[in-house]
């Protein structure tokens, strides 16, 4: 299997002691912030049939997938980590695979949409583009979403404090410890937004677009395969 080096990040921060616990943890951390990213996901790529979910997780996005049409789309989701997966199984009904999102176990021009949160900042982002531009049909669209380090000072002040506030409660939380010690550095290393912008554009992308979200803590970049 391919390795890239945000696998040993990814290996690290996802794991069997944080999957139980991850719902409950990315909503508070967020504020609620991500139901309302995942939205915007949703509203990105309309009523598209058949969706991959890349770096399913948990779950929580793939099933807002299936059931936020009706009748329900055809969904799929991959993530690296069994346990992660497992979390998944248990809210919904659907083709569910262990693999790398640089390597995809899926015939070529099968999906309408590939959507991926929180997945950027850990992969080689030319191959994902380059698998993602292979499984879309013509007309299909990519989207993908993840944190990233706000750009004005007094927002960069509180993303600071924020931070801190969670290293203190990683020492009661001791599970999700390294990811509020490390989470904040590995943001702000991540150039996903224009590795991302840059890796669609030479698949092929067009119409590429990024959107900035919740004081330039998150962004959605989205492109369309012609
Ligand atoms: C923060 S979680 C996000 C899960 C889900 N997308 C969500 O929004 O709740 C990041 C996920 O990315 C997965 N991941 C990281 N690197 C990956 C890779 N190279 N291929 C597939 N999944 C990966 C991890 O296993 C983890 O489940």
């Known amino acids: 299997m391919l390795v890239h080096s945000g696998h040993a990040v990814a290996r690290k921060f996802f794991n ?13 951390t967020t504020f609620g912030q991500d139901a309302r990213w995942k939205r915007e996901i949703l509203e990105l790529i309309g009523t598209a049939n058949a969706v ?23 969904v799929a989701g991959l993530d ?3 346990e992660y997966m497992l979390q998944a199984r248990q809210k919904a009904d659907l083709p569910l695979t262990q693999g790398t999102a640089e390597v995809l176990p899926y015939r070529s021009e099968v999906f309408d949409a590939v959507v991926s949160s929180y997945l950027a900042k850990y992969v080689d982002m030319d191959l994902v583009a380059e698998e993602c531009w292979r499984v879309l049909k013509p ?8 944190f990233t380090r706000p750009s004005r ?4 002040s509180l993303w600071g404090c924020y931070f801190s506030i969670l290293r203190f ?8 410890q390294v990811v509020f010690n490390e989470l904040d550095s590995v943001i702000s290393q ?37």
């Open 169 to 176: 409660f990683g020492t009661f939380f001791r599970s999700w």
């Open 16 to 28: 069997p002691a944080t999957a139980p616990s991850y719902d409950t943890i990315v909503s508070i």
């Open 52 to 74: 991959l979910d890349l770096a399913c997780g948990t779950g929580i996005l793939t099933s807002l997938l299936q059931r936020s049409v009706s009748p329900p789309r055809f």
């Open 153 to 156: 000072q007094a927002i960069i």
């Open 190 to 226: 991540s150039q996903w937004v224009a590795k991302t912008q840059q890796a669609l554009r030479r698949s092929g992308f067009k119409d590429i677009v990024t959107t900035h979200h919740t004081l330039g803590t998150a962004a959605i970049v989205a492109g369309r395969k012609p």
């Open 80 to 82: 690296l980590i069994k």
């Open 139 to 146: 007309g299909g669209i990519v989207v993908f979403h993840d």
